[in-house]
Structures are given as C-alpha cells and as structure tokens.
Nanobody, 117 residues
C-alpha cells in the first residue's frame, strides 16, 4: 500500500504561479513513476506530467513550457511548478504513484486549483 498526501492548491489569477507537492509513503520501490493528473468538471482525468525514477518525463502538450515536474527521491516527493496559469488549467489535481511492473496505481485525495480573476 502507498499513501499520497498532496498540498499546494488554491486560487490564483491568470498568469500567476502555484507549486503542488505530493509526498509518498508506504511500499515505495526504487523503480517507480510519480506524476500529476487533473480533472475538470464534466471531463475525463488527464495526464499533466509524470517523472520516472530515472528522471525521464512526459508532459501534456497543453502545459509544455509552462509546467515543470521535479522529484526529490530521498523524500519520496514530487512537485509540479505551474507558471503562466490559465483559466483552462482550473481542475482538481491528483498525484499518482506506480511501482513499475505493478498494475496498481495509487492516487492522492486531490487538490483544487482555480485560475480566475
């Protein structure tokens, strides 16, 4: 079992910045992927960004150049730095963890990000 605790969401004006954090605890493997997904009302949950333990990353096209994912493996923590935020970025953001080779994905409770003037 892996537990994920997220923090850092909130209300920000267009063009502003936020940083999300997610700490993982429990059965952590050295081979894993941690990432961020988001879900706006009436839409499916979508990948925002993810980072594997080797440092490789994937980003959604809509956030490339604005969002940056980072990890501190010693602290089992993943971060999402979000800059130049747009109203379309408004969603609940979920942290996700997967031990590579396992079909089980673990999810955080979600943190609301609202971009509005």
């Amino acid at each position: 079992q892996v537990r994920l605790v997220e923090s850092g969401g909130g209300l920000v004006q267009p063009g502003g910045s936020l940083r999300l954090s997610c700490v993982a605890s429990g059965r952590i493997s050295s081979l894993n992927v941690m990432g961020w997904y988001r879900q706006a009302p009436g839409t499916q949950r979508e990948l925002v960004a993810r980072m594997f333990n080797d440092g490789s990353t994937n980003y959604a096209d809509s956030v490339k150049g604005r969002f940056t994912i980072a990890r501190d493996n010693a602290k089992n923590t993943v971060y999402l730095q979000m800059n130049s935020l747009k109203p379309d970025d408004t969603a609940v953001y979920y942290c996700q963890y997967n031990n590579l080779g396992s079909v089980i994905n673990y999810w955080g409770q979600g943190t609301q990000v609202t971009v509005s003037s």
